[in-house]
């Protein structure tokens, strides 16, 4: 057997790895010591800080298999993420707005809504 790639973890960035080498067309082996590719979050307590888009996704695929928490400043507020039908990501591309340096203009500026209609609902445990 001949592979690209061996990863070691079966956790959030294993995953991730593995996912983006097959996309390219890559061969990869995972390896995890578990029983289920969770890596070292399975039924454990995992804080997360910050509301913004990541953190509330990475957040609510996380509480599958650990007891999450997220902590942030303010309570998180839901964007609906599409504009005339279209993801906002699409229109960022085609006005040509994703390529506007607005880094430097958007200091002080409170956490923005999360893009998502928010359909996430607290779990139960």
Known sequence: MNIDTLIVG???AGLATA???ARAGRSAVLLEAGTAPVGSFADQRV???GGGNTAVH???ELAQHARVTLATRRPITFANPNLLG???HWWFVRTGLDRLPLGPHLH???TAP???PGHYGPRGR
């Open 47 to 49: 804080v997360i800080v």
């Open 19 to 21: 996912h983006h080498l």
């Open 114 to 116: 999360v893009s998502d």
């Open 10 to 12: 079966g956790g959030q």
């Open 108 to 110: 002080g500026i409170p």
């Open 86 to 88: 279209r993801d906002l």
């Open 58 to 60: 990475v957040a609510h």
